[in-house]
């Protein structure tokens, strides 16, 4: 046998055996398959960002450069210790843009999937329940679910970049640099990534109010979610036919929107570093701004580092809290913030159950909740503790950097420029946390519903 056919034949069956092994582990483990497949595409996206032509000078950048880059553009959170205008070519930056096309779609996919795989593990009661709550009429179809993602995807990035690309060009006066912008931050508000290629930030256009505004749309659409955005679009101002999830994502994202922006707005408004001497309408403009972008987007008009203490904290809340779930955004969900108030107010008010809207909340739903907040808030005080240890710092910066890489926000203190390897590898894995591992860690707990069939006697520890 010659050697060139049995050199095929050996690359063919390792081949199939790679992916029988891979269809097995999906089959017995989704959560685990997605979190493999990210870690295959932050990978590459690394690979890409180290060849010669990513970088100016033809130099390759270093590796821990590009897997955090890669890693924040795949996990579109935005954090980047270098200037992305300058530190990559005009090649490197649609390798990002790419990577964080691919991860935005990827992870509402991946998200819309696995509650697809979730529902069709548990019993016959809790899937009616599980699929009410996405109330997407035909999601249980894989088919149509990947076509109504991308769908929407495509639709409301384009309608960003026909608003973004006339009137960058209008800015920068050059039509192919104004059109290249305009496209790179439709993707990048919609996708919630926050990567800016202005070398002096968004502050580059003069808070331009309809570049500033057109990009808030998109990362608070962004933010909702496929299951929320798909319904407004079935069932438009018909509220009484919303989901449950839909009403709670919208009042938790609203009443989040509004208090961030008072309390930004409060904080700041005679802070010359910050907001302090614009003008008042520009001030609510930035105050408003600040606060879609605090939950997830990552954008920012002034510099996050200039802001007060007590704004800092703030933003750690915001951006723990994140945006809706199955979207762009991170954070431990508007959701799981509404289902532990829920369960916390029937407490008080001495109810079994916790309902709302006329619907009552599965006790699963709590325990999911609060394990998911119990993972969250365990991975930023590890990694606080690991910055505060590397960069010699107090807990303010490191706190601000950590909660912005959990909640793939991308705002930053400016710490992650100041950073050495070890302090980009522990926000790495923070990012890759934070995006992937909630959902996966989320859906693995429903999963295993299992049916005991003895029960302990009831022992009561003091609570309080």
């Given amino acids: 046998m010659p050697q060139g056919d049995a050199e095929l034949r050996y690359e063919r069956s390792l081949w199939k055996r790679t992916m029988g092994m891979l269809g097995r582990l999906s089959k017995s483990s989704p959560p685990r398959t997605a979190l493999l497949i990210f870690a295959v595409v932050i990978g590459l996206f690394t690979s890409l960002l180290m060849m010669p032509w990513a970088t100016p000078g033809r130099s390759s950048a270093a590796v821990h450069e590009a897997l955090f880059v890669a890693t924040s553009a795949v996990t579109v959170t935005g954090l980047t210790p270098v200037n992305t205008a300058d530190h990559w070519t005009l090649g490197g930056q649609i390798v990002i843009l790419v990577g964080i096309q691919v991860g935005g779609?990827?992870?509402?996919?991946?998200?819309?999937?696995?509650?697809?795989?979730?529902?069709?593990?548990?019993?016959?009661?809790?899937?009616?329940?599980?699929?009410?709550?996405?109330?997407?009429?035909?999601?249980?179809?894989?088919?149509?679910?990947?076509?109504?993602?991308?769908?929407?995807?495509?639709?409301?990035?384009?309608?960003?970049?026909?608003?973004?690309?006339?009137?960058?060009?209008?800015?920068?006066?050059?039509?192919?640099?104004?059109?290249?912008?305009?496209?790179?931050?439709?993707?990048?508000?919609?996708?919630?990534?926050?990567?800016?290629?202005?070398p002096d930030g968004l502050g580059g256009v003069g808070n331009d109010p309809v570049v500033v505004w057109t990009i808030m749309v998109g990362v608070f659409l962004g933010s909702l979610g496929f299951p929320v955005l798909y319904v407004l679009w079935r069932y438009r101002w018909h509220i009484k036919r919303w989901s449950l999830h839909a009403k709670l994502t919208l009042e938790v994202t609203t009443i989040l929107l509004l208090i961030g922006a008072v309390v930004y707005a409060f904080l700041e408004w005679n802070n010359t570093a910050t907001i302090g001497d614009m003008g008042w309408l520009e001030k609510l403009q930035s105050s408003l701004f600040a606060s879609v972008n605090m939950r997830s987007g990552g954008f920012s008009v002034v510099e996050s580092n200039m802001e007060s203490s007590e704004t800092m904290l703030i933003s750690d809340a915001l951006m723990f809290a994140g945006g809706g779930s199955?979207?762009?955004?991170?954070?431990?969900?508007?959701?799981?913030?509404?289902?532990?108030?829920?369960?916390?107010?029937?407490?008080?008010?001495?109810?079994?159950?916790?309902?709302?809207?006329?619907?009552?909340?599965?006790?699963?739903?709590?325990?999911?909740?609060?394990?998911?907040?119990?993972?969250?808030?365990?991975?930023?005080?590890?990694?606080?503790?690991?910055?505060?240890?590397?960069?010699?710092?107090?807990?303010?910066?490191p706190l601000y950097e950590s909660v912005s890489a959990f909640g793939t926000v991308g705002l930053t203190s400016g710490l992650t420029e100041e950073l050495p390897p070890s302090g980009l590898y522990v926000l790495s894995i923070l990012m890759f946390t934070g995006r992937v591992g909630i959902i996966t860690f989320a859906a693995a707990l429903t999963v295993r519903q299992k049916r005991v069939r003895y029960r302990y006697p009831e022992g009561r520890p003091i609570i309080g």
């Avoid at 899937?127 to 035909?138: C, D, F, H, W, Y």
């Avoid at 912008?181 to 202005?198: E, K, P, R, T």
């Fill in 326 to 397: 199955a979207s762009t955004a991170g954070g431990i969900k508007v959701t799981t913030m509404a289902v532990i108030f829920l369960a916390f107010l029937a407490e008080a008010r001495g109810h079994e159950e916790s309902t709302a809207h006329g619907r009552t909340i599965p006790a699963q739903a709590v325990r999911v909740a609060v394990s998911v907040v119990a993972m969250g808030a365990t991975a930023v005080l590890i990694s606080t503790l690991a910055l505060m240890m590397v960069s010699g710092q107090d807990v303010e910066r």
């Fill in 105 to 198: 779609l990827g992870i509402i996919t991946m998200a819309a999937l696995l509650a697809v795989s979730v529902t069709r593990h548990l019993g016959l009661r809790t899937r009616l329940i599980a699929q009410e709550g996405m109330s997407t009429g035909r999601l249980g179809e894989v088919g149509q679910l990947l076509k109504t993602v991308i769908i929407c995807s495509v639709v409301v990035q384009t309608a960003l970049a026909i608003v973004l690309i006339p009137r960058l060009i209008a800015l920068e006066g050059e039509v192919v640099r104004g059109a290249w912008y305009g496209l790179f931050y439709s993707v990048s508000s919609f996708n919630n990534a926050g990567f800016v290629i202005h």
